[in-house]
């Protein structure tokens, strides 16, 4: 199977920057997507931004300009994407998750695996 592993959360004040690590690893042949999304308390998942194989990227409007989304692929057996956070805010107190896209041998359409989530914590 796939094993999603996200690090990196805490606290900061506003104004602040963190950076979000997560790591992808298992029998799969190729990943498609790998994204964040952050959840608020009783609330849905979001999307924050997204990477796809092609390298292209994409942000929500409330992030863009201040977050920034990279990987490194396959380094010691395993797939990470980091999300560099900057200008922190309040509102962007959050539970990160990180989801990876991927496909296995043999072709098929893409899965998606998740972590367990990291809290991001801001503070005014």
């Known amino acids: 199977q796939v094993q999603v592993m996200e690090s990196g959360g805490g606290s900061v004040q506003a104004g602040g920057s963190l950076r979000l690590s997560c790591a992808a690893s298992?029998?799969?042949?190729?990943?498609?997507?790998m994204a964040w999304y952050r959840q608020y308390p009783g609330g849905l998942r979001d999307l924050v931004a997204v990477?796809?194989?092609?390298?292209?990227?994409?942000?929500?409007a409330a992030v863009k300009g201040r977050f920034t989304i990279s990987t490194i692929s396959r380094d010691n057996a395993e797939d990470s994407v980091f999300l560099q956070m900057n200008s922190l805010r309040p509102e962007d107190t959050a539970v990160y998750y990180c989801?990876?896209?991927?496909?296995?041998?043999?072709?098929?359409?893409?899965?998606?695996?998740w972590g367990r989530g990291t809290q991001v914590t801001v503070s005014s």
């Open positions: 989801k990876t896209s991927v496909k296995f041998v043999g072709g098929g359409r893409a899965h998606d695996f």
């Open positions: 298992g029998s799969y042949s190729s990943i498609d997507v």
């Open positions: 990477i796809h194989s092609s390298g292209s990227t994409d942000y929500a």
